[in-house]
């Protein structure tokens, strides 16, 4: 969707500076935040394309103003509402207040190594891939009020396919409940100056994973 989630090619927001030997976690809360994530979607009651979408729809001023794993925390909140895996006034309580809703599965210690194992995300084609290796192709100019995995900086481009990557789930029909959709994805490369203007280093190439929705020949 559009929103200030998607910050690629944006300016305003300084370098990325990494951290000198960064810890996996920079307090213990945000550790058990990863768990819940885990136990959450282990459940099958939504998936992380959900997930993805939640934490999009967060309002800008938050979305800036917390950290990654706090915009995790709201994520999961929100989804566990509307899927009525919590009640709001449980959350205030701090506790469970109502029976438990019946879920497809639910965390064992001895599935806890399973549970950080995504499962594949390959699907069997329901037709040929539309583009081949070589193929010239523009992107989409696209505005989607739903999930999408096409980057803004990357709408309306032509670039070239370098590689295809196989037949996928879509993130965008999944996102909304559509089930998996699958459609095949590439990876389509484009010159620094088509995405970024004439100022741009020509010697440099950005290459996306673009699903087939996204692209119209050439």
Same mark, same amino acid.
């Given at each position: 969707?559009?929103?200030? +989630?998607?910050?690629?090619?944006?300016?305003?927001? $300084?370098?990325?500076?990494?951290?000198?030997?960064?810890?996996?976690? +920079?307090?213990?809360?945000?550790?058990?935040?990863?768990?819940?994530?885990?136990?959450?979607?282990?459940? @099958?009651?939504?998936? &992380?394309?959900?997930?993805?979408?939640? #934490? /999009?729809? !967060?309002?800008?001023?938050?979305? =800036?103003?917390?950290?990654? %794993?706090? @915009?995790?925390? !709201?994520?999961?909140?929100? *989804?566990?509402?509307?899927? $009525? =895996?919590?009640?709001?006034?449980?959350?205030?309580?701090?506790?469970? !207040?109502?029976?438990?809703?019946?879920?497809?599965?639910?965390?064992?210690?001895?599935?806890?190594?399973?549970?950080? &194992?995504?499962?594949?995300?390959?699907?069997?084609?329901?037709? /040929?891939?539309?583009?081949?290796? $070589?193929?010239?192709?523009?992107?989409?100019?696209?505005?989607?009020?739903? +999930?999408?995995?096409?980057?803004? %900086?990357?709408?309306?481009?032509?670039?070239?396919?370098?590689?295809?990557?196989?037949?996928?789930?879509?993130?965008? *029909?999944?996102?909304?409940?559509?089930?998996?959709?699958? #459609?095949? !994805?590439?990876?389509?490369?484009? *010159?620094?100056? /088509?995405?970024?203007?004439?100022?741009?280093?020509?010697?440099?190439?950005? *290459?996306?994973?673009?699903?087939?929705?996204?692209?119209?020949?050439?």
């Amino acid at each position: 969707m559009n929103g200030l +989630h998607d910050m690629g090619g944006m300016h305003g927001f $300084g370098k990325v500076v990494p951290e000198t030997d960064e810890p996996a976690f +920079h307090a213990d809360w945000e550790g058990r935040v990863l768990g819940l994530v885990r136990s959450l979607l282990f459940t @099958r009651a939504w998936n &992380i394309d959900i997930f993805r979408h939640d #934490q /999009e729809r !967060l309002p800008p001023q938050v979305y =800036l103003k917390v950290s990654y %794993y706090h @915009r995790w925390l !709201l994520s999961i909140t929100q *989804s566990a509402l509307t899927y $009525g =895996l919590v009640e709001r006034d449980e959350l205030a309580a701090g506790h469970a !207040l109502h029976p438990a809703k019946p879920v497809e599965r639910t965390m064992k210690l001895a599935d806890a190594h399973v549970a950080y &194992i995504r499962g594949p995300f390959a699907r069997t084609p329901q037709r /040929e891939a539309r583009f081949e290796p $070589g193929d010239r192709v523009r992107t989409r100019n696209i505005n989607p009020v739903g +999930h999408t995995r096409l980057p803004r %900086y990357a709408r309306d481009k032509e670039g070239l396919v370098e590689a295809i990557r196989g037949c996928h789930v879509y993130p965008d *029909s999944k996102a909304a409940g559509k089930g998996d959709d699958p #459609q095949w !994805l590439y990876t389509v490369a484009f *010159s620094a100056r /088509e995405v970024w203007g004439e100022h741009a280093d020509p010697t440099l190439t950005v *290459s996306i994973d673009a699903f087939e929705p996204y692209l119209e020949a050439v």
